[in-house]
T-cell receptor, first 109, second 114 residues
Framework: GQNIDQPTEMTATEGAIVQINCTYQTSGFNGLFWYQQHAGEAPTFLSYNVLDGLEEKGRFSSFLSRSKGYSYLLLKELQMKDSASYLCAPFDGSYQLTFGKGTKLSVIP | IAGITQAPTSQILAAGRRMTLRCTQD?????MYWYRQDLGLGLRLIHY???????GKGEVPDGYSVSRANTDDFPLTLASAVPSQTSVYFC?????????????FGPGTRLTVL
């Protein structure tokens, strides 16, 4: 089975840096995705990691440690529009995505 | 059409009624998926399809059926709706189910079963 754990809610200040952690246990592993979902909208792709290490994409970076079953999403220079839910989704051995319950990030002035 | 469309946007349905949620993509993606999203439970996979003509069960398939007659369309049917099927339903597609590739999501259908 799958077990994905990420914080339910986080709050951070505009302009700051925030790190959203995700730990997972899956039946096989083929990569990990991060999705962003604004309230009332569909999830949209942010990043994915297949190998260990840091993937940087503008203000967003994602890190993966396969041996530890751990990933984080790093958001820099936070903007109000970054207020959203962030979904951690490992890709298991059968190439199925399983989504975590999401971390609701609130960015305050 | 650009990407994935879903219809209807929202629906209120009496319990016991039959309902089909429609999903169409124009990206020629092989794989398609149906998820439901409930508060506190996240996105859960209902059914998926690797390619036209094949379907598979996800985490929560009971009470739902799908068909994949062609590449573009992947309708989800509730044969006899129950209140526990009140949810937001998202359709998604990806280029191929057999390798790491991102899923693209439709705008969702908000379904209320009374």
């Amino acid at each position: 089975g799958q077990n994905i754990d990420q914080p339910t809610e986080m709050t951070a200040t505009e302009g700051a840096i925030v790190q959203i952690n995700c730990t997972y246990q899956t039946s096989g592993f083929n990569g990990l995705f991060w999705y962003q979902q604004h309230a009332g909208e569909a999830p949209t792709f942010l990043s994915y990691n297949v190998l260990d290490g840091l993937e940087e994409k503008g203000r967003f970076s994602s890190f993966l440690s396969r041996s530890k079953g751990y990933s984080y999403l790093l958001l820099k220079e936070l903007q109000m529009k970054d207020s959203a839910s962030y979904l951690c989704a490992p890709f298991d051995g059968s190439y199925q995505l399983t989504f975590g319950k999401g971390t609701k990030l609130s960015v305050i002035p | 059409i650009a990407g994935i469309t879903q219809a209807p946007t929202s629906q209120i349905l009496a319990a016991g009624r039959r309902m089909t949620l429609r999903c169409t993509q124009d990206m020629r993606h092989n794989a398609m998926y149906w998820y439901r999203q409930d508060l506190g439970l996240g996105l859960r996979l209902i059914h998926y399809s690797n390619t036209a003509g094949t379907t598979g069960k996800g985490e929560v398939p009971d009470g739902y059926s799908v068909s994949r007659a062609n590449t573009d369309d992947f309708p989800l049917t509730l044969a006899s709706a129950v209140p526990s099927q009140t949810s937001v339903y998202f359709c998604a597609s990806s280029d191929d189910i057999g390798r790491v590739n991102e899923q693209f999501f439709g705008p969702g259908t908000r379904l209320t079963v009374l």
